[in-house]
């Protein structure tokens, strides 16, 4: 009996002293050091403030009923926010997520008397030197961040290389071209070009992205799969006359086979110089992979 109540206390022993080094171990390496430092901001009730932020805005959480918040109209990438109610004493907070994957996080006083009305993040980023720490992923991104996303569609735009020169349409004095198809981490990106040769401005309506089937391809389409890009680098409304314009767009992976083709069409708005390129699947399984180490385009 005294033997097994020998093990007993030495059982607990053992027991006590991991736990112990447990709660050691987690002391050294505390929550608070993968923290997001808080913006400081002040709101009112007859005022209200605007946060401008680098890029569109995806998600925004309030901390209480003190605040109401709501994007601009037609500005996707600046917050309108005010208090809810006059001369609450509590801190309160929010955050807000950017479509380019960063984290935002806000403690809001209420003042009578804001010194400030507007705050442009993105020079507040550089001021605090905040870039890359706190990317959030979006499922439809997959295992790229956001801002490796957008670095590779500006690095595919500004080198604008043309490494496909038979992918084009060109009619009423219109070219549409595909200058370059691009892979990374299962995602396309496709280079596009439109060149406008005429001295009336080419307006952009909409740009589909779609798999028929290759027998119906110049006919009216019955069967057809809208691929809708995921990202596109930057908007296109309209070429002005003797203009060129570039863009980038990113699309998630896809194949087609011998009895189908992709079909990239550009619409002028109000206008019937619209621009068709086919692209068979002998193209797609040949794009360009791009290197994370060196961005190699």
């Not at 604008?160 to 198809?181: C, D, E, L, Q």
């Not at 809708?228 to 680098?233: D, S």
């Not at 908007?235 to 006359?241: A, Y």
């Amino acid at each position: 009996m005294k033997k097994y109540l020998r093990i007993m206390c030495l059982t607990i022993i053992i027991y006590s002293s991991t736990l112990n080094c447990i709660a050691q171990d987690s002391n050294q390496y505390p929550l608070t050091l993968g923290s997001i430092e808080s913006y400081l901001l002040d709101v009112t009730y007859d005022k209200t403030s605007h946060l401008i932020f680098p890029s569109a805005i995806r998600y925004v959480d309030l901390g209480s009923d003190y605040l109401i918040a709501g994007k601009a109209d037609e500005a996707e990438n600046v917050l309108r926010l005010k208090a809810a109610v006059r001369d609450f004493d509590d801190e309160t907070n929010f955050s807000v997520i950017t479509n380019d994957g960063r984290f935002y996080s806000f403690n809001a006083y209420y003042s009578s008397y804001p010194e400030i009305l507007s705050y442009d993040l993105l020079t507040m980023q550089k001021q605090l030197e905040k870039d890359n720490v706190n990317d959030v992923l979006f499922e439809e991104l997959g295992e790229t961040t956001p801002s490796l996303t957008d670095l590779l569609l500006e690095t595919i735009h500004s080198k604008n290389k043309r490494i496909i020169k038979h992918m084009g349409a060109k009619s009423y004095g219109i070219s549409f071209t595909v200058k370059g198809i691009y892979i990374h981490n299962g995602k396309y990106y496709f280079h596009t070009e439109v060149k406008n040769n005429t001295n009336v401005p080419f307006e952009i309506d909409y740009i589909n992205f779609k798999i028929v089937d290759k027998k119906v391809a110049k006919r009216t389409v019955v069967q057809q799969q809208l691929i809708v890009p995921l990202r596109t680098y930057k908007p296109l409304i309209e070429i002005p006359g003797n203009a060129t314009e570039q863009n980038v767009f990113l699309l998630d992976r896809f194949t087609t086979n011998t009895d189908k083709i992709l079909l990239i069409e550009i619409f002028e708005k109000n206008g019937g110089r619209n621009q068709t390129i086919q692209i068979e699947n002998t193209d797609l399984i040949k794009a360009r992979l791009i290197s994370d180490m060196h961005l190699k385009i």
